[in-house]
């Protein structure tokens, strides 16, 4: 009993660390900006507590969404 | 008053004034199944049990059973019979596994103590610490230095007394007696085993208990109950769920909280199954996904706020269990009116109370009460405190494997409509003028100027549960992990009053050296004079020199053993640790040391792994420098983000 499928922020977690594994591969400004990106969709993982959403989705949603707000403050 | 009662066969119960009373006790077990008969046919020879056929019930009804009435020794001997004829699974056996003294208790309507705190006033206390080994032990405050002087004392004293309370005694008590033994000092005693187990994700190691017939014996160094509650806590605790104090003692609040529904099922003769049966029922993946998630956390943005509100559900999920009638019987059961929890489509049966929700009103009305005489008499403080524990555990078992009244669905549709709760109340607070900044599970945290008051009525109003103002901050500080983001469960701040709320910084971490821990205290007590943007300002240079007093105490190595101490709390035994590090190289140094003990060292040499456990052999400078820089980002945060906003403010009026 108890939790047996991971967390949304778990989710997310691994979606970064996949991401990640590209690194070596490309230069380290970029690194940055795909860190960027990662952190916002950090920051938005919470929505997978309630709304049942593909995480790969959760993640472009949640990057879109930050990025969206900052262009232009709602 | 019954202080004591222990035995097996003969039962013993032992009053205030040292009245020992001795009982005949047979325990009753139930077997349920297909052909009751085989079970009647092969056991009725049986010339030293008592066997029928009865109607009994347990939470899902009424059932044709047999019962066996059999001396408690001989129980377990009866369940393998049983076992071995419906090989293994054919019947179902109940009150089997329940504790003798309980049963016992219960169906004597005997009761422990009293539910009169002026009673417990009576209670003879005899306190025993050993502050040295056997060297230096103290009693009822005296010092003795000589152990054959201080077991004339001790024993002399046990006459009149009804309680011990040993610091260390379960560690010590078997030499003591051992000496007292030689000395013609003759009681009856005997020694739990030791174990290791996890609980809430922390391994704990519970040392063999040192258990006295007829005088119940707490060891209040690793009591996590009598530490929470002291005697009056767990005394009236002892009386409420008919459990010795002694073995309360020893034991966590869920194990409490399972003992209280065994008692109330007792009373209302409902059986108690050996093996649970209530499985995981089969479900889509949608709603698995769907339900199988804990309480909503959001995500904070790092910063300082100003004029914070932080309002809490009082037990919220236990309250959840009673207002929305969840029990292993109602969610998903058989019945004829229901409510659907639309997001997970169980359906919560109303025809009827559910048991473990029953239970849990009963316990929740009676914390209600204990918390309004608390706020008269102080005396209640502790017993508060353990009823609290109670209410906390009392939702986490219904997700344990090996509890009574536990279901997965039950736990999952707690905390659904938890999360549903919260988002609710979100709406009410946006809807009401308020700005939403961190939700934890059952904690909201508002600024804003609307009506605080007219928030919670609504909320209380529109999702039958009681919300409290848990205070309103000066300011509060959210800080960032080490990613940047908001950390989930980091945040200190100040609230009008002047009380400081710290939680997940390093002050509160026992794996931090305590300088670390001393430059926090004196940074935070700084803070504490901080009412506006301005005086964060003012304090930065004072906190500062705080930090950099600190760093040059460490760097001319003048840093004391307490100031470089570590602790941890070992989780496996050495062989285990999969990385060698310094904590492994402490607990190789601590031979005797068992998973869940908790280790103290001082870093030598980090590099190199090299610890020390007992002798001052220098310190590595590097490793506590790092440390402390750590510990200072994080609470020097507030000078930084403030700098950072009044320049933003400053930004925006020009």
């Known amino acids: 009993m108890g939790r047996n499928s991971p967390s949304s922020r778990m989710e997310i977690e691994q979606i970064a660390s996949e991401i990640r594994k590209f690194y070596r591969l490309i230069p380290l400004e970029d690194r940055e900006l795909v860190e960027d990106l990662i952190s916002r969709a950090k920051e938005m993982a919470y929505l997978g507590s309630v709304a049942n959403l593909d995480p790969y989705f959760l993640f472009l949603l949640s990057v879109i969404i930050s990025l969206r707000k900052e262009k232009q403050p709602l | 008053m019954i202080v004591d009662v222990y035995g097996m066969d003969n039962l013993y119960t032992v009053d205030l004034h040292h009245n020992k009373k001795e009982w005949k006790y047979l325990h009753e077990i139930y077997v349920y199944g297909p052909s009751l008969e085989k079970i ?52 179902q056996i109940y009150n089997a596994d329940i504790d003798i003294l309980q049963a016992f208790l219960v169906k004597n309507s005997l009761e422990l103590f009293s539910n009169r705190i002026d009673d417990l006033e009576e209670l003879e206390v005899l306190e025993i610490g050993f502050q040295n080994g056997l060297n230096e032990i103290e009693i009822n405050g005296e010092t003795f230095h000589n152990v054959s002087v201080a077991i004339d004392e001790f024993f002399t004293l046990l006459k009149d007394s009804n309680v011990i309370i040993s610091n260390q005694g379960d560690t010590f008590f078997p030499k003591f007696f051992g000496i007292a033994n030689k000395y013609g000092y003759n009681t009856y005693h005997r020694i739990t085993k030791e174990r290791s187990f996890e609980s809430y994700g922390r391994v704990v190691h519970r040392k063999s208990g040192f258990i ?287 009380k400081m709320k710290v939680r997940g910084i390093d002050m509160r971490r026992s794996d931090v050296p305590n300088i670390c821990k001393r430059m926090q205290e004196e940074i935070l007590l700084l803070y504490s004079n901080v009412n506006s943007r301005e005086d964060f300002s003012m304090v930065k240079e004072k906190a500062t020199a705080i930090y950099e007093k600190y760093m040059e105490i460490l760097q001319t190595g003048r840093a004391t053993d307490e100031d470089l101490t570590v602790n941890f709390v070992a989780t496996r035994y050495p062989e285990f640790y999969l990385n060698s590090n310094v904590r492994k190289s402490a607990l190789m140094k601590n031979p005797e040391a068992k998973p869940g003990d908790k280790i103290s060292f001082i870093v030598v040499n980090e590099k190199s792994k090299i610890v020390s456990v007992m002798d001052s052999i220098g310190y590595d400078i590097g490793f506590y420098v790092r440390k402390l820089k750590s510990s200072w980002e994080q609470i020097s945060f507030p000078l930084k983000d403030n700098l950072y906003q009044m320049i933003l403010e400053n930004y925006d009026r020009n």
């Not at chain 2, 049990?49 to 066996?68: A, C, F, P, Q, W």
């Not at chain 2, 939403?436 to 605080?452: C, E, K, M, T, Y």
Request: hydrophobic share 40%; with cysteine.
């Open chain 2, 212 to 498: 006295i017939e007829g005088i119940p014996h707490i060891d209040a160094s690793t009591s996590f109950m009598y530490g929470e509650g002291g005697l009056m806590g767990l005394s009236l605790l002892s009386n409420f769920i008919s459990v010795p104090i002694w073995k309360l003692a020893r034991i966590t609040p869920g194990t409490a909280v399972s003992s209280y529904e065994v008692k109330r099922s007792l009373e209302m003769g409902v059986m108690i199954p050996l093996y649970k049966w209530d499985h995981e029922e089969p479900k889509d993946i949608d709603t698995f996904i769907e339900a199988d998630r804990g309480g909503l956390i959001l995500q904070p943005k790092p910063g300082v706020y100003w004029d914070v509100y932080e309002i809490d559900f009082s037990s919220m999920y236990p309250s959840i269990i009673v207002f929305y009638n969840l029990s292993p019987e109602t969610v998903n059961g058989k019945c004829r009116e229901f409510e659907t929890i639309e997001s997970l489509g169980f359906r919560i049966c109303k025809d009827h109370e559910g048991y473990l929700s029953r239970f849990l009103r009963d316990l929740l009305l009676h914390r209600l009460e204990i918390k309004k005489i608390k706020k008269v008499d102080g005396r209640f403080e502790g017993v508060d405190a353990v009823f609290k524990w109670l209410l906390l555990t009392s939702f986490g078992y219904t997700g344990y494997k090996n509890a009574k009244f536990g279901k997965i669905e039950v736990h999952e549709a707690v905390t659904g409509i938890g999360r549903e709760i919260l988002q609710k109340s979100m709406q009410i607070a946006t809807e009401e003028g308020f700005k939403v900044i961190h939700g934890i599970v059952d904690s909201l945290w508002l600024s804003g100027n609307g009506d605080i008051n007219r928030v919670m009525e609504r909320i209380e109003r529109e999702t039958r549960l009681q919300i409290a103002l848990e205070g309103k901050y000066r300011w509060i500080v959210f800080l960032p992990s080490r990613e940047g983001i908001g950390a989930l469960n980091r945040y200190f701040g100040l609230m009008y009053g002047g």
């Open chain 2, 40 to 91: 009647h046919d092969e056991l009725g020879g049986i010339p030293w049990i008592k066997i029928e056929e009865r109607y009994m019930k347990d939470i899902y009804g009424e059932k044709k059973v047999l019962s066996i009435l059999t001396s408690p020794r001989k129980v377990r001997t009866i369940v393998d019979a049983v076992e071995s004829i419906g090989r293994k699974y054919q019947y």
